[in-house]
């Protein structure tokens, strides 16, 4: 078979398996309380339409309730409850397929490996349809986001970094990567071009997603804030920082700020990279820091929000043996915490005594520090190589 063939069928086939996969666990138990809420949205949208949807009901993803919208006309009961278990596949080839065009300038069977290292990340198929969230919707935007970056297209990177925004809110930290890229060229080219088209496309993408639900920023706003005070706990089962060495669910009155202070900081270093580059080695790079901060630093993080990681590392992970070594430690220490989270507070069920093991403390301590510990080896080996791998000379937009 040709090579030009053989690759477009490899890929092909990678997906078609990877879609099998994940509708072969759509029966699996899961989140039934975050797949009934879902479900209550794409009804509510079915019946009131995107007009009437928030006087009826309450979301902070406006963005998804577009893709729950034709799930709650077409489906009811169980079918309805399987279709929401199931948004995050199409999503997942998105991921899939932008991982590949990244990949292509590597060689083709790079280009192939780094899609597969995401499809069949034991992680990625948990929080997807065995869990029933849809995280590798915010993923796409995110990544999409600092790939229009990375090519000087700021129009689209300001659209789609309000996407990933009202997608789920922790996935617009990828707006602080437009926003200093833009500054940079304006400060150092005197070009407030991009700054202009970034603000444009996404006043543009806000005005298409929320005008037709008739939310407001400050209205939108006030939901993200209230959600982000509902559970004010160490951690919702994130072996990060507090998790590991606090616990879950303690209360953090006392120590909230603390973990907000360390969570700026470390967004601040994580956009380090771009002070000197800006192709796409050091726009992945910060945006797999700012990811990194945001769930490993503050209090009240949610076990799934190291989630784009899995796919921004990929790329990164196909050209770096030491890279892929990080990843795959990462992604097996985060599959580790997604069973705990899993077995702790849905009907999840493992065989005993793994699952007694599993929810020991000493083994979700040992779960954190292995993340923790993969994660700052990943950061010193790509702040020392990662830019070598991608490509791109120093001071380039892309």
Known sequence: MPRAILVPVALAGLLVVAVAVRLAVLNVPGHDGDVMVMARWAEAMARYGPGQFYQHDNAIYPALLYAYWPLGLAFDGQALTLAIKG?????DVGVAL??????????????????????FNPAVL??????????????????LTLLALAGGRFGPAGALAVVAALTKPQFG????????????????????????????????????????????????????????AFQPMSSLNAPNLWGVFVGYKVPDEGFVWVGAGLALLGFAAALLPLRRRQDLAAVLTAGIFL?????????????????????????????????????????GAFAMA?????????????????????????????????????????????????????????????
């Open 126 to 143: 948990l929080a997807g349809p065995v869990w029933g969230q849809v995280d590798a919707a915010g993923t796409l935007a995110y990544l």
């Open 291 to 331: 990811v990194f901060a945001f769930y490993f630093l503050p209090t009240r993080v949610h076990e799934r929000y190291l989630f784009p990681a899995m796919a921004l590392l990929a790329p990164l992970a196909v050209t770096s043996g030491r890279v892929l070594i990080g990843y795959l430690l990462l992604s």
């Open 98 to 119: 932008a991982l590949f065009g990244v990949g292509l300038r590597f060689g083709a069977w790079r280009a192939l490996a780094a899609p597969a290292l995401y499809l």
């Open 338 to 398: 997604m069973l705990y989270a899993l077995v702790s507070t849905t009907p999840f069920t493992l065989p005993e005594p793994w699952e007694g093991l599993l929810l020991q403390r000493m083994t979700s301590v040992g779960i954190g520090l292995a993340m923790m510990a993969s994660a700052a080896l990943l950061v010193v080996m790509l702040v020392r190589f990662g830019g070598a791998h991608l490509g791109g000379p120093r001071g380039s937009t892309g």
């Open 87 to 91: 948004l995050s596949i199409p999503f």
């Open 173 to 228: 930290l990828v707006a602080l990567p437009v926003a200093v890229v833009a500054l940079i060229r304006w400060r150092r080219d005197a070009d407030r071009a991009p700054a202009a088209w970034a603000a444009v496309g996404a006043a543009a993408a806000y005005a298409v997603i929320c005008l037709p639900l008739w939310l407001n920023p400050i209205a939108w706003l006030s939901r993200v804030g209230g959600a982000a």
